[in-house]
């Protein structure tokens, strides 16, 4: 399998001008909109934190069991001392901050709803009603693994133990968290997660995922090491490109896509 990457920008930005009929949540109901009641901010720790430099050391298969114990139990982690220079980190962040800055018109140029595109770059940022900040309504990834890098200003949030609770941003490290094809080829170990990102509209929230997919030939499936009689195959095989084309078809935003894939014995 050769994966492929797709980067998104995903800048939240106070810009009122923002066209109502956007690509994001400005006609879905509001009980579809992420709320920033339910959410547990009194959890420290939360967040799983993997030393990338631990995986080239002697330790290496106690922070291999590390990485899945946090796919298996939270279904994301953080990375640090991930090779990546602060700077760049840094740069990259400043550009895409830069570009929302932009006037409407220029940033319209680059507007895409393509999936295929290579760079997708959306603005999110509306008015709050009540207790509701719109922003990126709850979702999993139709991805391998999606990495994500955040400035300093909170928003993630994800469910961890049935509770919403915030992932805060950790300087100089990056958040890796599992994906639809990752839980299909885990036989379901690992749970893709469910997530969404609330907009601060009294500051700028920047953010900046890269999507890792396998190409649209690659053959999706329980990995046959993971399955016996204990264990039978959730799903069955199928295609990256049949997956794709099917999310489609159900307009479903979670996990639950892969249901039309399941083994007839699951």
Known sequence: MSPTMLQQADAHHRSLSEPKNGPFTYTDPLSE????????TSIDGSTPIIDMEG???PQ???????I?????????FAVKNHGIPEMKINNMLDTARDFFHLPEEERLKFRSSDPNSIIRLVTACQESELDVTYGVRTHTDPTLITIL?????PGLQVINDDKWIDVNPIPNAVVVHVGDMLQALSNCRYKSLLHQAIVNCEKERVSIASYC???DDAEIGPAKKLIDDDHPAIYKD??????????WRVKCSTAKRLDLFKAESA
Do not use: I, W
Not at 60 to 66: A, H, L, T
Not at 68 to 76: D, L
Not at 238 to 247: C, I
């Open 33 to 40: 909109v992420p709320t920033l009641s339910g959410v547990d």
């Open 55 to 57: 995986l080239l050391g």
């Open 60 to 66: 290496r298969s106690e922070f291999v069991k590390q």
């Open 68 to 76: 899945g114990h946090a796919c298996e139990k939270n279904g994301f």
């Open 149 to 153: 890098m955040q400035d300093d200003v």
């Open 213 to 215: 997919y396998p190409s």
């Open 238 to 247: 199928f295609t990256y490109k049949e997956f794709h084309e099917s999310m």
